[in-house]
Structures are given as structure tokens and as C-alpha cells.
């Protein structure tokens, strides 16, 4: 098992900037990827960012390319969401999760993201 938690939700104005936490504990060693989803009220969960543990590569979602930035620590089993330049489309519950094989098996309870124009 792997265990998640986010943090660094809050509500900001269109334009500002926010960054999101992910810790990870349990059987982190399991972890191929990291990502982080989405999803707003009414809609489908959506992919956001996805980083490889060890690689460091990083794949992003065309909404979001060029304005948001994951990072990882693996000393600290933590991955950063960096998001610059938010829109109000970008308000939704933002998830973390781990994929240790085909699936992203391993999820979090979700931080809200409020973006107001």
C-alpha cells in the first residue's frame, strides 16, 4: 500500500499562482509514476501531469502545458504541482496518484483549487 496525502489547495485570483504538495509513505519503492489529476464539478477526472520516479520525466496535459510544473523529491517522497498563470477553468479538485504498473493504483483524498476571475 501506498498512502498520499495533498496539500497547498486554497482559492486565488485568475492570473496568480499556486503549488501543491503530494507526500508519499507505505511501499513507496513500488512507485513508477507520480501524477496529478483533476477533476471539476459535473466533469470526468482528467489527467493534469505525470512524472517518472526515476527517469524524471515529465508529460503534461495540453490545458495545462507551459503554465504548470511537477517536480519530485525522492528523498522526501514528495511531488510539487507549480501552477502559474490559473485560470477560472482550472477550479477542481486536484488528486494525487501513483502508478506502479499499467494503472494508477494509489490515490489521495484530494485538495480544492478555486480560481476566481
Known amino acids: 500500500q501506498v498512502q498520499l496525502v495533498e496539500s497547498g489547495g486554497g482559492l486565488v485570483q485568475a492570473g496568480g499562482s499556486l503549488t501543491l504538495s503530494c507526500a508519499a509513505s507505505?511501499?513507496?519503492?513500488?512507485?513508477?509514476?507520480m501524477g496529478w489529476f483533476r477533476q471539476a464539478p459535473g466533469k470526468e477526472r482528467e489527467f493534469v501531469a505525470r512524472?517518472?520516479?526515476?527517469?524524471?520525466?515529465?508529460a503534461y496535459a495540453d490545458s495545462v502545458k507551459g503554465r504548470f510544473t511537477i517536480s519530485r523529491d525522492n528523498a522526501k517522497n514528495t511531488v510539487l504541482l507549480q501552477m502559474n498563470s490559473l485560470k477560472p477553468e482550472d477550479t477542481a479538485v486536484y488528486y494525487c496518484?501513483?502508478?506502479?504498473?499499467?494503472?494508477?493504483?494509489?490515490w489521495g483524498q484530494g485538495t480544492q483549487v478555486t480560481v476566481s476571475s
Open positions: 496518484a501513483v502508478r506502479t504498473g499499467a494503472t494508477w493504483e494509489f
Open positions: 512524472i517518472n520516479w526515476i527517469s524524471g520525466y515529465t
Open positions: 507505505g511501499r513507496t519503492f513500488s512507485a513508477y509514476s
